[in-house]
């Protein structure tokens, strides 16, 4: 069993930075891919960006790259996503969750229970 604890969201205004967290507890946590996942009110969860168990790849949805990354710290069992430059549209509670190394939310087996970001203009 994994367990996941977001940290770190909250109220910025635009063109502002927040950087999330994902505490990861669990004996299989550090073999898992870890992703970031978001959702805004009436719309789907989006995939955001993911790391591989050993941070050796990342990989971003389209509209994040060059303002978001992600990161691994594996020793803290931490996953990071240091957001700049937000705009109100990446308005959100986002998730960090365990699995595969995808984009699908399927992929993923364990979900943290979220962290809101308010990006005020």
């Known amino acids: 069993q994994v367990q996941l604890v977001e940290s770190g969201g909250g109220l910025v205004q635009a063109g502002g930075s927040l950087r999330l967290s994902c505490a990861g507890s669990?004996?299989?946590?550090?073999?898992?891919?870890m992703g970031w996942f978001r959702q805004a009110p009436g719309k789907e969860r989006e995939f955001v960006a993911g790391?591989?168990?050993?941070?050796?790849?990342?990989y971003y949805a389209d509209s994040m790259k060059g303002r978001f990354t992600i990161s691994r710290n594996i020793p803290k069992n931490t996953v990071y996503l240091q957001m700049n430059s937000l705009k109100p549209e990446d308005t959100a509670v986002y998730y960090c969750?365990?699995?595969?190394?995808?984009?699908?939310?399927?992929?993923?087996?364990?979900w943290g229970q979220g962290t809101q970001v308010t990006v005020s203009s």
């Open positions: 669990g004996r299989t946590f550090s073999g898992y891919a």
């Open positions: 790391i591989s168990s050993t941070a050796s790849r990342t």
């Open positions: 969750a365990a699995g595969s190394y995808g984009s699908n939310p399927r992929e993923y087996h364990y």
